[in-house]
């Protein structure tokens, strides 16, 4: 009975080790996304905690100092300084006028220091609403019929 006893004991220090790993590394990479108002409003919670903030970048205020890059984003007349000092470099749509999400902590200077940066390219590509490019119909998606 012995046996048994402390191969339950070894399974459940096992079980019980995954367990806790699992629960800490969810907590570490958890993120939540806020906007630039919702974060003004966190007041001191907001510091050292990771977070994504999401805006448009300001027209003339990216600028390059080695390998770190700092622009300003834009939400509802809302400015948040931003220094990016991530490993990956920028994505090609990053420029004046994209939508940028940066993830990162807030420090107590006011900057947020994002590790990673995502852009989105400012509707270049998309067609207004309503409008379709020329000579082309509207696709009906629910008539029906099934096109297998």
Do not use: H
């Not at 994209?98 to 995502?118: M, P, S, Y």
């Amino acid at each position: 009975m012995k046996k048994y006893g402390k191969f339950g004991a070894l399974i459940a220090v096992v079980v019980g080790t995954l367990a806790w790993l699992a629960t800490t590394g969810m907590n570490e990479t958890k993120t939540y996304y806020k906007t630039i108002s919702e974060l003004g409003q966190m007041g001191d919670q907001a510091y050292g905690k990771r977070l994504r903030v999401g805006g448009d970048v300001e027209s003339g205020s990216i600028q390059r100092t080695g390998s770190q890059v700092r622009f300003v984003l834009v939400q509802d007349k809302l400015k948040l300084k931003v220094a990016y000092t991530g490993t990956d470099p920028l994505p090609d749509t990053f420029r004046d006028g994209a939508q940028a999400l940066a993830d990162g902590k807030l420090d107590k200077d006011g900057v947020f220091r994002a590790a990673k940066i995502q852009a989105k390219c400012a509707s270049k590509y998309e067609a207004k609403p309503g409008q379709l490019p020329s000579g082309q119909a509207a696709p009906n998606i629910n008539n029906g019929k099934s096109s297998i």
